[in-house]
C-alpha cells in the first residue's frame, strides 16, 4: 500500500525544546517537501529536496531544519529559535519528470506548551 | 508574480446548490492547475487539475473552468452535497518543476 506516512499524528513539547517530525514515503518519489499550515493561511513551503542529500530552503525556513540521507526519510526538526511553532505540518512528495502532482500525508499537529 | 489569488475565503452553500471557487494567478510561465481538498486533521488530496490547453475539464460533479487571457480559473461542484464539506486549494505550478504555489484556501460547508 503506497503513500506518505507521518509520525506522530499529535506532539507536545516544552518551550525551548527541539522535536523531529517525521515523514517516510514509499511512492518511489525524487521530491519531497514539509509545509506548515496554520489557520486561513493556506500552505507554506518551510523546505523541499529534490534528490537525496540535497534541500532548499522555502519561503519560511527560519528555525527549521531538514535532512534527506535516504530517498524515502525526509525528516523536519523544529528548533528552538522558531518563534511560534503550534502548527500544523504537512509532508508532500512528488515524482520527478512529466508528473506534477504533490501527494500529502496526513499530517502532523504540534503545540508547544 | 509568484501569488495565487484564492477567493471567497469561505462559502455556505445549500445542499443541492453549486460551489464556485475562484483563483487567479500571475505567473505566465505557469502551466499545472490543480485543485486539493482537504478534510479536517487530514493532508490535501488532489480533486482535479487542468492544462491551459483545454478551457475546461469536468470529472463527475467537479469542474474547473479556466481563462488564460484573464490568469483565472475556477472550482465549479455541481448539486453540492454534505460530504463536500472541506477546504479546497487552488494551486499553480510550472511543467517539471519542483515548487507548487497554492492559494490561502477556501472553507466550503454544505447545509443539509
Known amino acids: 500500500d503506497g503513500g506518505i506516512t507521518q509520525s506522530p499524528k499529535y506532539l507536545f513539547r516544552k518551550e525551548g525544546q527541539n522535536v523531529t517530525l517525521s515523514c517516510e514515503q514509499n511512492?518511489?518519489?525524487?521530491?519531497m517537501y514539509w509545509y506548515r499550515q496554520d489557520p486561513g493561511q493556506g500552505l507554506r513551503l518551510i523546505y523541499y529536496s529534490q534528490i537525496v542529500n540535497d534541500f532548499q530552503k522555502g519561503d519560511i525556513a527560519e528555525g527549521y531544519s531538514v535532512s534527506r540521507e535516504k530517498k524515502e526519510s525526509f525528516p523536519l526538526t523544529v528548533t528552538s529559535a522558531q518563534k511560534n511553532p503550534t502548527a500544523f505540518y504537512l509532508c508532500?512528495?512528488?515524482?520527478?519528470?512529466?508528473?506534477?502532482?504533490?501527494?500529502f500525508g496526513p499530517g502532523t499537529r504540534l503545540t508547544v506548551l | 508574480q509568484q501569488q495565487v489569488k484564492q477567493s471567497p475565503q469561505s462559502l455556505i452553500v445549500q445542499k443541492g446548490g453549486i460551489s464556485i471557487i475562484n483563483c487567479a494567478y500571475e505567473n505566465t510561465a505557469f502551466d499545472y492547475f490543480p485543485w486539493y481538498q482537504q478534510f479536517p486533521g487530514k493532508g490535501p488530496a488532489l480533486l482535479i487539475a487542468i492544462r491551459p490547453d483545454v478551457s475546461e475539464k469536468k470529472e463527475g460533479r467537479f469542474t474547473i473552468s479556466f481563462n488564460k487571457s484573464a490568469k483565472q480559473f475556477s472550482l465549479h461542484i455541481m448539486d453540492s452535497q454534505p460530504g463536500d464539506s472541506a477546504t479546497y486549494f487552488c494551486?499553480?505550478?510550472?511543467?517539471?518543476?519542483?515548487?507548487?504555489?497554492f492559494g490561502a484556501g477556501t472553507r466550503l460547508f454544505v447545509k443539509a
Open positions: 494551486a499553480a505550478s510550472k511543467s517539471g518543476g519542483f515548487k507548487t504555489i
Open positions: 508532500a512528495s512528488k515524482a520527478s519528470g512529466a508528473s506534477d502532482t504533490q501527494y
Open positions: 511512492l518511489n518519489h525524487d521530491a
